[in-house]
């Protein structure tokens, strides 16, 4: 019967790994392959399974309990995946003020890791933090994360709290906070664009501003990101640092 004890026990791991898998940015993607989702999944699994710490109780026999058990684990990694997905959510926001501010927000490109349409420089910031996810390493941590969350929340151990409620619910509010810092050069550059445009139409009237207006807004908003390029690698150092705390809070609060 141990062998079937283990097998429950890998199978409950598997819910906690799949509710990440689903819901967490780059490993959740669409375009991902569900067969390379499920190999990870598993394979995951089959390795964290045997070293986990012995449980306090006996996994239940009857179906129903199981499958809440089973439940409760897939929630853990769907709320885990869920504040991770914040970070890029905030990248969106940024760069939908960024293109609204240089007259791109008339202008969608497809995102096949969303399935959705993206602003322009949404897009191409979603694609500097993906990589710079990637270089450092991000997407194993995250792997990492998950598995930690057995020293705090044991299988079958998933609690909801009220505080803790709360405190997910702020991190919304740094999700626009993050949005606003990455568009502020942006924003900044046009507000003095705009500004000097208007003075110009003050001095020379006959000027046609919405012939000139959208080539120089478009023209300074490139130009001000490709110099900003280095600033939003620092901010997004500080975002995905922020965003491990937020998820090491979330453990802690679940278990």
Not at 112 to 129: D, H, M, N
Not at 203 to 229: D, E, N, R, Y
């Amino acid at each position: 019967m141990a062998e079937i004890a283990i097998f429950k026990l890998y199978m409950l791991v598997v819910a906690r790994f799949g509710g990440m898998m689903v819901s967490a940015p780059l490993l959740g993607a669409r375009n991902f392959p569900t067969v390379a989702k499920i190999g990870v999944t598993a394979l995951t699994a089959l390795l964290l399974t045997p070293v986990l710490a012995p449980l306090k109780a006996d996994l239940p026999d009857d179906a129903v309990s199981y499958a809440l058990m089973a439940s409760g684990e897939l929630l853990v990694g769907i709320a885990i995946g869920f504040v991770m997905t914040l970070l890029f959510a905030a990248v969106q926001l940024g760069g939908q003020i960024m293109d609204l501010q240089t007259g791109f927000g008339m202008m969608n490109v497809f995102n096949p890791a969303f399935e959705s349409q993206f602003p322009i420089f949404g897009f191409f910031l979603f694609i500097v933090a993906v990589l710079y996810l990637l270089v450092s390493g991000g997407h194993r941590d995250m792997i990492r994360a998950l598995a930690a969350t057995y020293d705090h929340i044991p299988p079958g151990g998933f609690v909801v709290r009220r505080e803790l409620m709360w405190e997910v619910a702020t991190w919304g509010r740094h999700m626009f906070v993050d949005g606003l810092m990455i568009s502020a050069p942006v924003a900044t550059a046009m507000v003095l664009a705009y500004a000097t445009l208007g003075l110009l139409n003050r001095a020379i009237p006959q000027m046609h501003l919405f012939v000139i207006g959208f080539p120089i807004t478009i023209a300074s908003g490139l130009f001000v990101t490709a110099l900003s390029l280095g600033v939003y690698a620092d901010l997004l150092d500080g975002m995905f640092v922020h965003m491990f705390e937020d998820v090491g809070t979330l453990i802690r609060g679940l278990g």
